[in-house]
């Protein structure tokens, strides 16, 4: 679906300040366009019904599907899906005792530290706290 530059302008006014000033073209191709979308007829005497078809051809615009290709960089294992990464031995203990140094740290903050620590407000308790960082006994 394209659009005149004219119609166009048109319609980043209506977006804006919900009016326009159409003349009998731009209702022409606003009819045509509220056609192929709706399937419906357009009165263009009525103001009204103009107004209904500038915001259902912006709504269909916005709701418009755009596809764009991803550019970035992916996880490990959303390219591999198919392997499994198998961690060794050594790499788990050193895990284990990273989660239990951090976890004893934690224990030892405040409550007023740990929500620091974490990026939360409000009354939450502890252990919650502990689930959003992911140490979770």
């Known amino acids: 679906m394209t659009l005149s530059k ?3 302008a048109q319609m980043n006014r209506f977006r804006r300040t919900r009016s326009c000033s159409l003349n009998s073209e731009l209702k022409n191709e606003l009819a045509i366009l509220l056609f192929d979308i709706k399937g419906t007829r357009l ?3 009525c103001g009204t019904c103009i107004r209904n078809a500038m915001q259902d051809v912006l709504n269909f615009i916005s709701a418009e599907v755009r ?3 991803f550019i970035g960089v992916r996880h490990e294992r959303a390219n591999n899906p198919g392997k499994k990464q198998e961690i060794s031995p050594e790499e788990l203990q050193k895990e284990e005792s990273r989660v239990k140094d951090m976890r004893a740290t934690l224990d ?3 409550y007023k530290e740990l929500k620091a620590f974490a990026g939360v407000k409000g009354n939450i ?3 919650k706290i502990y689930q959003l960082i992911h140490l979770s006994k």
């Open 6 to 8: 004219e119609l166009q």
């Open 43 to 45: 009165n263009k005497a």
């Open 67 to 69: 596809i764009e290709e």
């Open 108 to 110: 030892k903050m405040s």
């Open 125 to 127: 308790k502890r252990e």
